[in-house]
């Protein structure tokens, strides 16, 4: 009997820990139990649909057509750059900037095949459907930054420059010193690190670990104030319109988003951002990357190593500024020019 007791017990807990780590199906767009489509969309090749925003003036007459990639928990109409930027400099230069959901995010359906490759695939699709031309600039911010590397390692021939702002760094990208990135990974909250550690190892777990009650999970997912630093926390009240969409970045669930988010960026690459090479050797384009030197929530060290590893990165490092440093005053002016005008 206490044989049999014991095997019940085990086969219920097998049962329960299964439950417990599938995490429920998407609320897809436009499906009978989804949230209504309200964007304008495009089909991709595999059946997906993208939804995008446009900025600026029409690209049909645009100088400059840049594809913007939104950050981790944002969406599209968190395109900070077109946000910031002066209407001055738009018409000046003719800039076009166009927003899109990631996967999983706002209005764009899921990609459970999501690939660190996939996105940039993503990116050239939806800037060919919108008809962008051979060549279009990319700009990244925070987890949408991370995806910039990806273009520069699979669609580097469709792009006219980059630009990087406080992009996430993947701690075991192959290129970076054990002791350092260690380093720099135990500086963080340890939920983060737990959350990571995971998202990298157990994939499979980070549904539960980010929805289980018993521990804290990552402080990003939360919005914790803890990890915001003096001048992000200044910056706060520019962000304040989000509560007008908040709601829509999440409303197809979590996992398709925010936790495909961390399966893919911190999952194992298969190359190291630190072994790319220079995309525009004839000066035809340049990359950029900017970073405040107190960044709370990615750790300034292990981007001055990246800009030391590849010289031919812009690497602009910003004293006394923190993660959100885009939506100070000015930056987006300064950002553009930098990418397109060459500008310091």
């Not at 908040?246 to 979590?254: F, H, I, P, S």
């Not at 525009?280 to 929530?297: C, K, Q, T, Y």
């Amino acid at each position: 009997m206490l044989k049999r007791a014991v095997v019940l017990i085990f086969v219920a807990f097998l049962a329960w820990a299964y439950k417990a780590t599938q995490p429920p199906p998407p609320k897809i767009c436009g499906s009978p139990d989804g949230p209504p489509v309200t964007a304008t969309r495009i089909k991709l090749s595999d059946g997906r649909h993208l939804a995008y925003k446009e900025h600026g003036v029409p690209k049909e007459t645009a100088n400059y057509k840049i594809v913007y990639v939104h950050a981790f928990d944002f969406c599209r109409h968190d395109a900070v750059i077109a946000k910031t930027l002066s209407p001055e400099i738009v018409e000046e230069l003719g800039i076009y900037i166009v927003s899109f959901d990631r996967p999983g995010y706002g209005e764009s359906d899921p990609n459970p095949k999501r690939t660190v490759k996939s996105m940039a695939l993503d990116i050239e699709e939806l800037a060919d459907q919108l008809g962008l031309g051979s060549k279009f600039y990319v700009i990244g911010f925070s987890m949408g930054g991370q995806v910039l590397w990806s273009c520069l390692k699979y669609i580097p021939h469709r792009l006219a420059g980059a630009g990087l702002l406080a992009p996430v760094v993947n701690y075991w990208w192959p290129g970076f010193p054990g002791n350092l990135s260690g380093e720099v990974y135990n500086q963080q909250l340890w939920q983060d690190q737990w959350t990571l550690r995971a998202a990298h190892y157990t994939p499979w777990l980070t549904y539960w670990w980010n929805t289980q009650k018993w521990f804290p999970s990552l402080s990003v997912a939360a919005r914790s104030m803890d990890i915001l630093s003096p001048q992000d926390k200044e910056l706060m009240a520019k962000l304040s319109d989000r509560e007008n969409y908040m709601a829509q970045v999440r409303q197809q669930g979590e996992f398709e988003s925010l936790h495909r988010d961390l399966i893919v960026g911190f999952s194992s690459w298969e190359f190291s951002p630190m072994d790319l090479e220079n995309p525009f050797p004839n000066n035809e384009g340049s990359v950029h990357l900017w970073h405040g030197d107190e960044d709370w929530i990615v750790p300034v060290t292990l981007q001055r190593y990246i800009a030391q590893q590849l010289p031919w990165i812009h690497y602009h490092e910003l004293p006394g500024a923190g993660h959100f440093f885009p939506y100070a005053d000015g930056m987006g002016d300064t950002i553009i020019k930098a990418i397109l005008r060459g500008e310091k």
